[in-house]
């Protein structure tokens, strides 16, 4: 498959691109595919952080198309990881689901930097979504010890098969997407408290993030330092 100019820019800025192995696939609750990938040399050659995603190339009938992954349960000893798929019509979601043992796709690693404040926060404000999830279990995972108070919004039941990694310190609330996201919006600024102690994680739909962020920094007053956002995907 040619490569297009994103690559080309990506390469520019740095970008490393490996070549990942299908070891096994698994359906999750018929609405999510995960595979276990071989990193070839991935992990090793950067390393592992909280959030840390790749971008996956796809043929789109004849086009490459490239799409951002967050890795779920990274394996440096053993050269793996597994990403998780959602199931819908896109080149990304056909390929996931027709993968079989020993199939080979490029990932690139470029812009993927997050690590937890040092010192630590004394509590983590997360606010994500089934597309964010793995990113959210990668934080509870690096902060086990930290509380934690995460909000995830979900379009459907099957969603909740994506299960958070929470422990007796993490409070999770489930709130369904209603009226665009404008209903995740309302729920956390009537639940999420101001903490100078804190770090505040959001990362759902793009308009959905931004009105979170728009009120912790102008209504709560968190510094940018003490806050983390990114707008994981864009409704139509």
């Known amino acids: 498959m040619k490569r297009n100019w994103e690559a080309l820019v990506l390469k520019a800025m740095g970008g490393r691109d490996f070549q990942l192995t299908v070891r096994a696939s698994e359906s999750v609750d018929g609405h999510y595919q995960r595979l276990l990938l071989d990193d070839g040399g991935l992990l090793e050659t ?6 840390m995603w ?15 992954y967050t ?6 000893a053993n050269g793996r990881f597994s990403l998780e798929f959602a199931i819908h019509d896109g080149c990304a979601a056909r390929w996931a689901t027709t993968a ?3 199939d080979t796709i490029v990932a690139t690693v470029q812009g993927s930097a997050f690590q937890l404040p040092d010192p630590a926060p004394e509590h983590l404000y997360l606010v994500g979504d089934a597309a964010s999830l ?4 990668s934080l509870l995972d690096a902060g086990a010890d930290i509380p934690a108070t ?9 969603e909740k098969a994506l299960t958070p990694r929470a422990r007796a310190h993490h409070a999770i609330t489930w709130v369904p ?11 956390v600024r009537s639940d999420l408290p101001a903490n100078d102690a804190a770090h505040y994680w959001v990362a759902c739909e793009a308009a959905t993030t931004r009105g979170i962020t728009r009120h912790i920094r102008r209504t709560l007053g968190v510094d ?3 806050l983390t956002s990114l707008g994981y995907w864009r409704a139509p």
């Open 224 to 226: 940018k330092d003490r």
């Open 71 to 76: 890795i779920v349960d990274p394996d440096p």
């Open 100 to 102: 079989q043992v020993g």
């Open 54 to 68: 790749v971008r996956l190339w796809f043929d789109n009938d004849g086009r490459a198309h490239q799409r951002a």
């Open 177 to 187: 997407r209603d009226t665009d996201g404008r209903h995740l919006v309302e729920r």
């Open 150 to 158: 995460v909000w995830l919004e979900y379009a459907h039941e099957g």
């Open 46 to 51: 950067c390393g592992v952080h909280p959030t």
């Open 134 to 137: 793995p990113a959210v279990n």
